[in-house]
């Protein structure tokens, strides 16, 4: 399950850098060539083609995002970790509790996913303006406005949930996996031995 569910994480990221690529390799050929070359796309044997070098690009966009966030990341860690190595016995700690591991598995699906496509979102946005600059459109600067909007929103959109998922996952694991507090027993009032007269 593990290994699927990587898979699509990586798949997802890929499509969607590989759908930016697609727009301004079209903003770049022109009509004329686009036309040409529609037939060939348009087999199962491009579209396998595709699939494989989406998944190519996933991997590499998630390395160059991971890349790329890691000064954030280890700042928001230092919030709950002060040292690496309080981190990395949290994680061992983490990894003999089944239950919990799982749930940290699903918020690094999650943080894998946002922060591919903050680096998605910066492309499809270049893409699409480049492409509405290239081609004949009606009301080519309202629709350049909201395009470009709409990929700035989304943009800092993931970005605020790759860190509010990181920050959160952070701070669950060291509650999760801090050492139990040592029960203080309340201190009784010695019973008072009667006085021999």
Request: aromatic letters at 8%.
């Amino acid at each position: 399950m593990a290994a699927t569910a990587m898979f699509v994480e990586v798949l997802v990221v890929g499509i969607g850098f590989l759908t930016g690529l697609s727009i301004l390799t079209v903003a770049v050929a022109g009509p004329d060539n686009i036309r040409r070359l529609a037939p060939v796309a348009d087999t199962p044997l491009a579209a396998g083609a595709a699939l494989a070098f989406a998944y190519a690009l996933g991997i590499l966009i998630d390395r160059a995002a991971d890349a790329a966030l890691t000064p954030a990341r280890r700042r928001l860690r230092t919030h709950s970790f002060p040292t690496s190595t309080a981190y990395a016995q949290a994680r061992l700690k983490l990894s003999e509790l089944p239950a919990l591991t799982a749930r940290a598995d699903y918020a690094r699906s999650r943080q894998r996913i946002c922060r591919g496509w903050i680096l998605n979102s910066v492309l499809l946005t270049l893409a699409t303006d480049f492409a509405l600059g290239r081609y004949p459109v009606e009301h080519r600067a309202p629709l350049l406005a909201t395009a470009t909007a709409l990929g700035a929103l989304s943009t800092v959109g993931f970005y605020l949930s790759w860190r509010t998922i990181t920050a959160t996952g952070y701070r669950k694991m060291a509650l999760q996996t801090a050492p139990a507090a040592t029960p203080i027993m309340p201190v009784q009032n010695p019973v008072p031995t009667p006085q021999n007269p």
